[in-house]
C-alpha cells in the first residue's frame, strides 16, 4: 500500500509535469516536422516475369530476374551555419542508378559531386557471326566454309557522367560557379559495312569533357554572368577496319576493297567566352544584352591518311582537316511596361555560325589518284528579330500581338560538281502571331492564338548533275529540300482550363498546325504540305480530402504528303519512270488514369493506368504498276498497357513499407527488321547472315515491396 | 520513507511552481510580441497562420527559404507584401478576407508581373537575366506556376517528377514523350530542364543558344567538323529528328527511305520505291528495311574518310 501511495504520488507529480511541458514538447515535434526538412531511406526488392527489351531499354530493369530496390533522400540542416547536407541515391540497386551529395553553407559556399548512369539497351535480338565488336577491327562472317560461328550481340550503350560543382559568393551580391563534367560512354551501336547491308557495330567509347567557370554580380537593377565554357570529345578509337571471312571485298567490286575502313568521329573540342547582361531601368523597363564567341576545332589526324594500296590517301590530302567554326552570338533585347496595361517587348539577334575550315581536295578517281572530292563546310549567319506587344482588357483578358522575322545567309558547297542536292544562298521568314488570353481568374482561364509564317529561299545555287540528260532537264534540282522549301505554316492554338469548384478542374487543348510547301517551277519534289494535329484533356476530381482521381486523354496525328520521282541508273531523260505519291501519317492515342486515396489513417493505396497506341500509316500511289515484288508497305501499329498499383502502410509514425504490383504489355506488328513475308531479317545476300527482330509480344508482371524509413 | 516522500513532493512543487511560473507571467509580454514561428518576422503572419491555420505555409522551414541563418533569406511580407489591409481587416467583421498585397493562389492573385517581380527581386540574375524576354515570362507563366515555394520537395525541381509539371501546358511533348522512340525522360534519366532553360530566351527556350549546340552537349562526337559534312546535320538536329519522341526508331521524323527522299532527287537506287525486300536476294536494296538508307551510308551525321570517292563522300564510310 505504501509502495501504492508513493508511486502514485509521484505519478501525479509527474503528470503535473506533463501537463505543464508536454504538450509544448507535442508543439516543438509537431513544429519540427512542419519546418525541418525530411529525409527518407528506402531499401527493398523487386521482380520482373520477363524481359523487357522495349520497356526496359533505359530504366536498367531489362531482364527477368530480381533487383535491388535502394533509394535515399537524405537531407539534413544545421539551422545555427544555414549549412546544408544532402545526399540523394536513386535506383541505386539498379543498373540505371545516380546519386549526388551536397555541401552547402547557404548565401556563402558549396560543393557537390554527382554520379549517374543512364544505359540504352537495344531492343533487337541479334544473332551474328561477327568476330571482334566492341573493337576496331571486326570480321563478317563469310559463306560456305567461312561461316564464322553464330552467337546472340547484345548492342548497348552506357553513359557514366560524374558531375561536380563548386560555388562561392566572393563579394557582397558576387557570385563564383564552376562545374566540371566528365562522362564516360561506352558499348557499341548498330552501324553498317558501308558499301554493303552488312552489319557491324560501332565502338562508341568515347570520353567527354565540360567545364563552366561563370562569374556572376546580381545587383539590385544590374545583372551580369560571364565566363567560360569549354568541351572536350576525346574518341578512344578512330578508325575500324571491317572485313567479310574469306571474300575479296564484301560487294565484289573495286569500290570496296576488303578490308573495309570505316571513319569514326575524331576528337574535338570547342571553347566559348559569353557574357549575360540584364539592366532594370525602372521596375517595368529592363533592357538584356548576351554576347558570346566560341571557337569549336577538329584537328585530330585523320587515320585513314595512313592507309595503303588502294586506300593509300590522295594526291594533295593533308593529314589533318584543321577543322574550326567560330560561332558569334549578339542579341538585345527590350521589355518595357509603359502603362499598367501594355507591356511592350522586343529583340535583335546575331548568330553566326562561320565554317573557317580550309579546303582541301581529299578524294578522288582511283585510278588517277586525283583527289576531285573537298571538303564541305557550311556557315550560316542568321539576323533575327521579334516585337510582341500585350495588351490588358477587361475581365482579365490579354490581347497579345508579335511579328518574328529571320533573314539567313547560307554557304553552299564551293564546287558545283560536288553538290547534290539544291541549297539555299539565304532563306527569308516572317511570322505573326495573335493570341487571346484569360489567365489568373478563377474559374474559367484559357487562350486561342494564331500563328502564321511564311518562309522563302531567295537564292538557290543548283546541283550538279552527274549524267547528262538528252532532254536538258534536270533530275538533282527537281526537289525543294524541306528545310529550306518555301513554305507557309498556320497554325491554331486553343486551350481552355475550366476549374468550376474547388475539387474538380478540367483541361482542354486543341492544336492544329499546317504547312503548304509551295512548289517552285521545275522543282515539283519533296513535301507538298503536312498537318498536325493534337486534341487533348485532362480532369482532376477529389471525392474528399484523402480520395482524389485524375485522367488525361490525347489524340494527335501528324501526316505529310510526298511528292518524288524515280528513274533508273543512269538515265538520259529527267522524265522519271515512275511519280510517287505518299501520304504518311504517324497517329497516337494516349489514355492516363491515377487514383490516389488513404484507406485508413496508416494506409494509403494508388493505382494508375497508361495506354498508348500509336499508328503509322504508309499509303502510296505511283503512276506506273508495281512489280509484284514491289509490295506496298503495311500499317505499323503499337500498343503499351501499363497498370501499376501500390500500397502503402504506415508500421510506425516514421517508417512505412510499400507494396508496388506492375502489370506491363507491349504489343507491335513493327516490320522494320522483316523481310516482306514477315519473316526475320537476315543480312547479306550470301556472306554475313546475321538475324535481326524484335519481339513482337512482351508482356511482364512486377512485384516489389520496400521498406521505408523517415527521418528529420 | 515518509520523510523522503515529502521532501520529493516539496521538491517537484517547487521545480513545477518554478517552471510554470515565468511561463505564465511571459504569456502577458508574448501577447504582446508574438514570437516568430520560422522566419525572421513571420510573427505578424503566423499568429494566425500557425500550424494549426496553415501547417502548408510553414512548411517553408524546410525550404532554402526557411534557412534563417542566411541572413539574405526572406521574411513572409518581403514576397507577399506587408499587407496590411490583410493584417487588419483578417477575421473581423463579416466580410470577406482583404488579400494580402502580392498573392500567389488562384483566390488571392496577383498578377503574373506582381507575383514575379517579387521572386526577381532576389533572383534576377544568373540563368533567369533574360526571364522577362522568355516566352514564359510573356505568357503570363509565373514562378508559381510551375514552382512549389513552400515545399521541401518542389516537384519541377527533381527529374523524374518534372515532366509532369511541364505536361500542365506542354501537352504535344506529354504525347511525344509516349511514343515508341524517345528520350528517357518518362525514366526519369533526363528532364525537360536538361535540354531547355525555361527561364531563358533562347529559341525554344533551350539550355544553349542553338539546337545543335544544346544536342552536342550529350552528343559531341556530332559535332564535327567532318571532312565530309552533312549540310542539314550541321544547321539542325530538329530537321531530321524530333527529341521528344516519335514512331520511328533514335527519334527520326519520318522512316527511311521517305526521309531522305525529301531532299534526295536522283536517279538509281536513291529513288527507289519504298518496300522490304522479298528475302536475301533483294538485299542489294536494302532501303526502307532495318536501318534504311543508313544501312549503307552508316556514317549519316558526317565522315572523316579519305578513302574511295563513290562512298566517302556519300557517309558510307
Request: contains cysteine; aromatic residues 8%; neutral net charge.
Amino acid at each position: 500500500m505504501n509502495n501504492f501511495n508513493t508511486t502514485f504520488r509521484l505519478t501525479a507529480v509527474a503528470a503535473a509535469m506533463l501537463a505543464a511541458y508536454g504538450s509544448a514538447f507535442a508543439e516543438d515535434d509537431d513544429l519540427k516536422q512542419l519546418t525541418e526538412p525530411d529525409s527518407s531511406i528506402s531499401v527493398g526488392a523487386g521482380y520482373w516475369s520477363n524481359d523487357r527489351p522495349q520497356q526496359g531499354i533505359f530504366d536498367g530493369m531489362r531482364d527477368d530476374h530480381g533487383y535491388a530496390l535502394i533509394d535515399a533522400d537524405v537531407v539534413k540542416r544545421d539551422d545555427a551555419t544555414g549549412t546544408w547536407f544532402k545526399f540523394k541515391g536513386e535506383g541505386l540497386g539498379l543498373e540505371s542508378r545516380k546519386f549526388s551529395a551536397e555541401v552547402q553553407q547557404q548565401g556563402n559556399m558549396g560543393g557537390f559531386m554527382s554520379y549517374s548512369r543512364i544505359p540504352r539497351e537495344s531492343p533487337l535480338e541479334i544473332r551474328s557471326g561477327i568476330r571482334g565488336v566492341g573493337s576496331e577491327r571486326m570480321t563478317v562472317s563469310g559463306s560456305g566454309a567461312n561461316v564464322l560461328p553464330f552467337h546472340d550481340v547484345d548492342l548497348a550503350t552506357y553513359r557514366d557522367l560524374i558531375h561536380v560543382g563548386f560555388s562561392k559568393n566572393l563579394l557582397k551580391d558576387v557570385d563564383l560557379k564552376l562545374s566540371f563534367k566528365n562522362e564516360e560512354k561506352n558499348g557499341s551501336r548498330h552501324w553498317g559495312m558501308g558499301s554493303a547491308a552488312l552489319f557491324v557495330a560501332e565502338p562508341i567509347d568515347s570520353t567527354t569533357q565540360q567545364l563552366d567557370v561563370t562569374l556572376e554580380y546580381t545587383g539590385e537593377k544590374l545583372q551580369l554572368a560571364g565566363g567560360y565554357a569549354g568541351s572536350w570529345y576525346n574518341n578512344k578509337n578512330d578508325l575500324v577496319l571491317a572485313s567479310v571471312q574469306g571474300v575479296s571485298n564484301p560487294r565484289e567490286d573495286s569500290r570496296s576493297p576488303n578490308t573495309t575502313p570505316l571513319s569514326l568521329p575524331l576528337d574535338n573540342e570547342a571553347h566559348q567566352f559569353f557574357l549575360n547582361a540584364g539592366y532594370s531601368f525602372t521596375p517595368s523597363t529592363r533592357g538584356m544584352l548576351k554576347v558570346s564567341r566560341s571557337v569549336a576545332t577538329q584537328d585530330e589526324t585523320i587515320p585513314s591518311i595512313g592507309l595503303t594500296g588502294v586506300n593509300a590517301p590522295f594526291a594533295g590530302a593533308p593529314h589533318k582537316l584543321d577543322g574550326e567554326i567560330v560561332t558569334s552570338l549578339v542579341e538585345l533585347g527590350l521589355s518595357s511596361r509603359p502603362t499598367s496595361k501594355l507591356s511592350l517587348n522586343a529583340n535583335l539577334r546575331y548568330h553566326d555560325v562561320d565554317d573557317n575550315t580550309p579546303l582541301f581536295g581529299f578524294v578522288g578517281n582511283n585510278t588517277t589518284r586525283v583527289a576531285t572530292v573537298h571538303n564541305t563546310p557550311h556557315s550560316y549567319e542568321t539576323k533575327s528579330g521579334k516585337v510582341e506587344a500585350s495588351y490588358l482588357l477587361p475581365e482579365r483578358f490579354k490581347l497579345i500581338g508579335g511579328v518574328d522575322f529571320k533573314d539567313q545567309d547560307r554557304s553552299a558547297p564551293k564546287f558545283h560538281d560536288e553538290r547534290f542536292v539544291p541549297f539555299a544562298e539565304s532563306i527569308e521568314e516572317t511570322t505573326y502571331r495573335l493570341q487571346l488570353r484569360r489567365s489568373m481568374s478563377e474559374t474559367v482561364n484559357g487562350s486561342v492564338a494564331f500563328l502564321h509564317s511564311v518562309r522563302e529561299g531567295s537564292v538557290r545555287a543548283l546541283p550538279h548533275e552527274p549524267s547528262t540528260l538528252r532532254d536538258g532537264g534536270s533530275i538533282y534540282d527537281a526537289i525543294n529540300p524541306l528545310h529550306i522549301a518555301d513554305r507557309t505554316r498556320n497554325k491554331w492554338r486553343m486551350s481552355l482550363d475550366w476549374a468550376p469548384v474547388e475539387a474538380f478542374s478540367m483541361q482542354f487543348n486543341v492544336e492544329d498546325s499546317r504547312d503548304d510547301y509551295q512548289r517552285e517551277d521545275g522543282r515539283p519534289f519533296g513535301l507538298k504540305d503536312g498537318q498536325a494535329t493534337l486534341v487533348s484533356v485532362d480532369a482532376r476530381y477529389a471525392f474528399s480530402d484523402k480520395w482524389q482521381i485524375t485522367g488525361w486523354a490525347s489524340h494527335d496525328v501528324t501526316t505529310a504528303e510526298q511528292l518524288s520521282g524515280r528513274w533508273a541508273r543512269n538515265t538520259s531523260s529527267s522524265i522519271p519512270n515512275m511519280l510517287k505519291r505518299a501520304d504518311l501519317e504517324d497517329q497516337g492515342d494516349s489514355v492516363g488514369l491515377g487514383l490516389r486515396g488513404a484507406v485508413t489513417s496508416k494506409l494509403s493505396i494508388g493505382a494508375d493506368v497508361q495506354w498508348t497506341r500509336t499508328q503509322s500509316s504508309y499509303d502510296e500511289d505511283t503512276s506506273a504498276a508495281r512489280t509484284a515484288s514491289e509490295i506496298p508497305l503495311a500499317d505499323i501499329e503499337s500498343t503499351l498497357t501499363r497498370v501499376s498499383m501500390f500500397a502503402r502502410y504506415a508500421i510506425r509514425k516514421n517508417a512505412d513499407v510499400q507494396l508496388d504490383l506492375i502489370h506491363e504489355r507491349w504489343k507491335t506488328d513493327d516490320w522494320t527488321w522483316s523481310f516482306a513475308n514477315g519473316s526475320n531479317y537476315v543480312y547479306g545476300t550470301t556472306t554475313d547472315g546475321t538475324v535481326v527482330s524484335n519481339k513482337p509480344k512482351q508482356t511482364a508482371n512486377f512485384i516489389g515491396a520496400r521498406y521505408i524509413y523517415k527521418f528529420q | 520513507m515518509k520523510s523522503l516522500g515529502k521532501a520529493l513532493r516539496v521538491c517537484a512543487f517547487a521545480v513545477l511552481a518554478g517552471s510554470l511560473f515565468p511561463a505564465l507571467t511571459a504569456t502577458a509580454a508574448e501577447k504582446e510580441a508574438p514570437k516568430d514561428i520560422v522566419l525572421t518576422g513571420d510573427a505578424k503572419c503566423t499568429t494566425c497562420h500557425d500550424e494549426n491555420d496553415s501547417p502548408e505555409a510553414l512548411r517553408i522551414g524546410k525550404t532554402k527559404h526557411g534557412t534563417v541563418a542566411d541572413k539574405r533569406t526572406p521574411g513572409c511580407t518581403n514576397c507577399h507584401g506587408e499587407s496590411e489591409k490583410h493584417v487588419k481587416e483578417a477575421g473581423r467583421g463579416s466580410g470577406p478576407t482583404p488579400p494580402v498585397d502580392v498573392g500567389f493562389t488562384k483566390k488571392n492573385f496577383s498578377s503574373a508581373e506582381a507575383q514575379n517581380a517579387s521572386c526577381l527581386n532576389c533572383h534576377q540574375g544568373s540563368t533567369r537575366i533574360f526571364w522577362q524576354n522568355s516566352t514564359h515570362a510573356r505568357r503570363d507563366v509565373t514562378c508559381a506556376s510551375c514552382h512549389s515555394i513552400h515545399d521541401g520537395h518542389d516537384k519541377v525541381r527533381e527529374a523524374k517528377s518534372q515532366p509532369e509539371v511541364c505536361s500542365n501546358c506542354h501537352k504535344e511533348q506529354r504525347a511525344q514523350f509516349a511514343r515508341p522512340s524517345h528520350h528517357p525522360v518518362p525514366e526519369g534519366q533526363m528532364s525537360c530542364s536538361s535540354c531547355h532553360n525555361v527561364h531563358g530566351d533562347n529559341p525554344s527556350q533551350l539550355v544553349k543558344s542553338s539546337v545543335n549546340d544544346t544536342c552536342y552537349s550529350c552528343h559531341m562526337e556530332k559535332r564535327g567538323p567532318f571532312v565530309h559534312n552533312h549540310q542539314p546535320v550541321s544547321e539542325d538536329c530538329a530537321i531530321c529528328h524530333n527529341p521528344h519522341g516519335t514512331n520511328i526508331a533514335n527519334l527520326l521524323k519520318a522512316r527511311a527511305p521517305y526521309l531522305c527522299q525529301e531532299c534526295h532527287s536522283h536517279d538509281s537506287h536513291p529513288s527507289s520505291l519504298a518496300g522490304l525486300p522479298t528475302d536475301r536476294t533483294g538485299n542489294s536494296l536494302p532501303h526502307t528495311v532495318g536501318r534504311g538508307c543508313v544501312n549503307c551510308h552508316t556514317n549519316i551525321h558526317g565522315s572523316n574518310s579519305t578513302v574511295n570517292n563513290a562512298t566517302a563522300g556519300r557517309f558510307r564510310r
